[in-house]
């Protein structure tokens, strides 16, 4: 029976406000730890209700040791990234082996010591699990994706719809993945192209138009991201780009 890891580890940082997200306002809204969390999203259409669906499915032993998803708001402290970090390196140290991870970030958190919040906590997890663990993570379409990101995630699949309806969808497409992962039938790596693009007057919306476009073209799983615009000028990640997940045999 796998032992997977799933987290929620969310934060949308708007750099330009001069409220700290510290861990207060973390613990303020939709934070729960370990034994909390089978109670508040089994049976609902999110990314954690999916990952239940899927462990009952494929028989996976879940270690889900948090799940932190305060509002967008100023930067974030490395008091409290650092807090929900360690909870869910911690549970990895405690609980593994770790066959596989499932997790749910959005993309575009920035700490007081990182302007690659995701890609640094996705460092630090890769350096724990080793090389051949696999890692999928669901993203929210305005991530910030990061090269750090992809080299320590084996897929980064983002939301398809702006406005977001398809988390527990994304959740789902990434446990699939993450299973054949584990079984070894695929070896899924990230890979980031960056393209020139004006910002579109429909804010990015997947109905129609240009991103409906570019979303029905196919692989094994093509995110196309938005970026977000919230960061200030000092944050040089913040562009919109694609990520694609290749898998050899």
């Known amino acids: 029976m796998a032992r997977v890891l799933t987290a929620r580890f969310m934060h949308e940082t708007n750099t330009f406000s001069r409220v700290p997200t510290d861990m207060a306002m973390v613990r303020r809204r939709d934070f729960h730890l370990e034994n909390e969390i089978p109670a508040a999203f089994r049976g609902t259409r999110s990314a954690l209700g999916a990952t239940f669906e899927a462990a ?6 879940l270690v889900h040791p948090v799940s932190a998803n305060p509002n967008p708001s100023g930067i974030v402290t490395d008091d409290a990234f650092e807090q929900v970090a360690r909870v869910i390196l911690d549970a990895v140290a405690a609980k593994g082996p770790i066959d596989g991870a499932l997790l749910h970030l959005h993309g575009a958190m920035v700490s007081d010591g990182h302007e690659d919040a995701e890609g640094e906590f996705l460092t630090r997890l890769r350096q724990q699990l080793g090389a051949d663990v696999p890692v999928v993570v669901t993203l929210d379409l305005h991530a910030n994706v990061t090269q750090a990101m992809a080299d320590n995630a084996n897929a980064l699949i983002a939301y398809r719809t ?3 309806i398809d988390q527990y ?3 789902w497409q990434g446990a699939e993945l993450l299973e054949r992962a584990m079984r ?3 070896r899924p790596k ?3 192209a960056r393209r020139a693009m004006l910002y579109g007057l429909d804010h990015g919306r997947t109905q129609r138009g240009p991103m409906a476009e570019l979303i029905a073209r196919r692989a094994i799983t093509v995110s196309r991201t938005a ?3 919230w ?3 000092s944050a040089p990640v913040s562009a919109a780009r694609t ?3 290749s898998a050899r045999r």
Do not use: N
């Not at 009952?56 to 032993?61: L, R, V």
């Open 243 to 245: 990520s694609a997940m």
């Open 184 to 186: 070894g039938e695929i």
């Open 169 to 171: 969808e994304r959740a």
């Open 227 to 229: 970026a977000r615009r």
């Open 231 to 233: 960061w200030s000028a």
């Open 190 to 192: 990230t890979v980031i």
């Open 56 to 61: 009952d499915k494929f028989g996976w032993t």
């Open 162 to 164: 702006y406005p977001h």
